[in-house]
T-cell receptor, first 112, second 108 residues
Framework: DADVTQTPRNRITKTGKRIMLECSQT?????MYWYRQDPGLGLRLIYY???????NKGEISDGYSVSRQAQAKFSLSLESAIPNQTALYFC???????????FGPGTRLTVL | QKEVEQNSGPLSVPEGAIASLNCTYS??????FFWYRQYSGKSPELIMF????GDKEDGRFTAQLNKASQYVSLLIRDSQPSDSATYLC????????FGAGTRLTVKP
């Protein structure tokens, strides 16, 4: 089955460390997204990419960076992790922006 | 004001009842509207989408959109315990914007 995968699924790290979260998809979708989910705040968009050469900031991009290595791969980096970046992170893909997004299983990140 | 607002719940209904979930949005330029279901510890999955005013039915689910009043709702008929989850309303305003979700519990 065409799918969206995320690695790692869980990560505990310390303040100041650099962390990379990876997303891969076999759906053949051009558009990829990174969200974080916090209790009571819902899903908030961090970055999105419409193709390999197109990267856009979302609602809450400060403290994050991304890399679109290929159509199928989109990585999220925290250059210097801080405790308020503790959250559940989701990668998503879509064919175009008008239709549904397909979500990966999520990465639970804890920054101590 | 949040762009997409939902009652956080929890909303509790007995098995077999109708569950009604509501969502309001602030941007009148919003073009498409989605309801996602998210089980605890899992990723969101699409239940319904609606683009035009009125009702759209799919099995036990009905989405209702009223652009003049800027609200979208989801009705779940004959609610089952397996419907217990958090329901996320999403609105496309350029990007997709999500509400914080309403937690639904269906009691046997």
């Amino acid at each position: 089955d065409a799918d969206v995968t995320q690695t790692p699924r869980n990560r505990i790290t310390k303040t100041g460390k650099r962390i990379m979260l990876e997303c891969s998809q076999t759906k053949g979708h051009d558009r990829m997204y990174w969200y974080r989910q916090d209790p009571g705040l819902g899903l908030r968009l961090i970055y999105y990419s419409f193709d390999v050469k197109d990267i856009n900031k979302g609602e809450i991009s400060d403290g994050y960076s991304v890399s679109r290595q290929a159509q199928a791969k989109f990585s999220l980096s925290l250059e210097s992790a801080i405790p308020n970046q503790t959250a559940l992170y989701f990668c998503a893909t879509s064919v175009n922006r008008a239709v549904e997004q397909f979500f990966g299983p999520g990465t639970r990140l804890t920054v101590l | 004001q949040k762009e997409v607002e939902q009652n956080s719940g929890p909303l509790s209904v007995p098995e077999g009842a109708i569950a009604s979930l509501n969502c309001t949005y602030s941007d009148r330029g919003s073009q498409s509207f989605f309801w996602y279901r998210q089980y605890s510890g899992k990723s969101p999955e699409l239940i319904m989408f609606i683009y035009s005013n009125g009702d759209k039915e799919d099995g036990r689910f009905t989405a209702q959109l009223n652009k003049a009043s800027q609200y979208v709702s989801l009705l779940i008929r004959d609610s089952q315990p397996s419907d217990s989850a958090t329901y996320l309303c999403a609105v496309r305003v350029g990007d997709m914007r999500f509400g914080a979700g309403t937690r639904l519990t269906v009691k046997p």
